[in-house]
């Protein structure tokens, strides 16, 4: 199988798609001729032109706002915020007009939206470009939230966010965009609300998001050397959430550890902790635990980049701490 890049991959789902459907259009700064700040649309300007390749102002509740009423016409926008954290300037227009227009028209208006942007800590990026905020929009209904791991994923998942009929955020971790794999030829799609098995294994379950599974993945083979066996489950998507193959797999191994970069105050983990314990809790022979990143504002530096994002020597210790409840 070829292997292409986590960018390469979406690039092909949303050109794939592009030459089917006509009413696809992508707006955002950056995104024509030059093709993106991370080459989201590269490519794509010279084949379908400045109509469907839309370079904007930076303007994000209007464009934001001009897209909603797009989709409510029947067309598919997809906005490339280059950094998620852009998207807050028009929280007005995804929560009161986006996530709920299906519910106020009682479903004779469809939001088939594609928010798109970069998400997390790394590159020296700072506080307003490091964002992830998927705890944020889980909360709310009406969104549909996915956060893939692999090329592959990003490929399939992408490929069902353009074909939904709800809005979709797609969040990319910045330190994913450029890593390759396998990635199957071919149009392909991959259901929103199935997690993926990342890693088998019997002594405990880790339930880890976006960049975390790799580093997770660094941190097993490790611990693998000594015998420890650890799943690692990649949601793939945080709403909807594949609550019943997390549970299967505590049931197996009786522990679970949640990895993630965002805050543990009210964030996703604290919602997967809580619906184990009430699905799960006779399966449970150790207290859940959560592994985050810090409770604070990103800073500039690298080094304090890494002091407050967890690592792979973090998520060993915490598999060991676990192991020994």
Not at 161 to 181: M, T
Request: hydrophobic share 40%; proline share 6%; glycine share 10%.
């Amino acid at each position: 199988m070829r292997e292409l890049t986590y960018v390469e991959a979406t690039v092909e789902a949303l050109d794939s798609a592009m030459a089917r459907d006509p009413s696809i259009f992508v707006v955002g700064e950056g995104i024509g001729e030059r093709g993106g700040n991370f080459n989201t649309t590269v490519g794509l300007f010279a084949k379908y032109g400045p109509e469907r390749l839309c370079d904007t102002p930076i303007s994000e509740r209007g464009f934001v706002g001009m897209c909603a009423g797009a989709a409510m016409t029947g067309t598919r926008p997809v906005v490339d915020f280059m950094f998620f954290d852009f998207i807050l300037d028009a929280f007005g227009e995804l929560v009161n007009q986006i996530a709920k227009m299906q519910y106020m028209s009682s479903g004779r208006l469809k939001m088939p939206i594609l928010l798109r942007g970069a998400i997390g800590i790394g590159h020296s990026a700072a506080t307003h470009h490091s964002g992830s905020y998927y705890p944020i929009f889980a909360h709310l209904p009406g969104f549909r939230v996915v956060v893939p791991a692999t090329p592959s994923d990003a490929k399939g998942l992408f490929a069902t966010a353009l074909q939904s009929e709800d809005p979709v955020l797609f969040l990319e971790h910045k330190s994913l965009l450029f890593n390759r794999g396998e990635v199957p030829e071919g149009d392909y799609a991959i259901p929103f609300g199935e997690a993926r098995t990342a890693r088998e294994g019997s002594d405990c379950t880790l339930v880890a998001i976006g960049s975390m599974v790799d580093k997770s993945l660094t941190a097993c083979e490790k611990l693998a050397e000594e015998g420890i066996s650890a799943e690692v489950i990649d949601p793939r998507t945080i709403a909807p959430l594949d609550i019943e193959t997390i549970l299967a797999s505590v049931h197996r191994t009786g522990r679970l550890l949640i990895v993630d970069e965002t805050f543990q105050p009210c964030g996703v983990g604290a919602e997967i902790a809580a619906q184990v314990i009430d699905q799960g809790f006779d399966d449970l022979d150790a207290p859940i635990r959560r592994l985050n990143g810090a409770h604070v504002p990103t800073p500039y530096s690298p080094t304090l980049e890494e002091a407050i994002t967890p690592e792979p020597a973090d998520i060993e210790q915490s598999i060991r701490d676990l192991l020994a409840e």
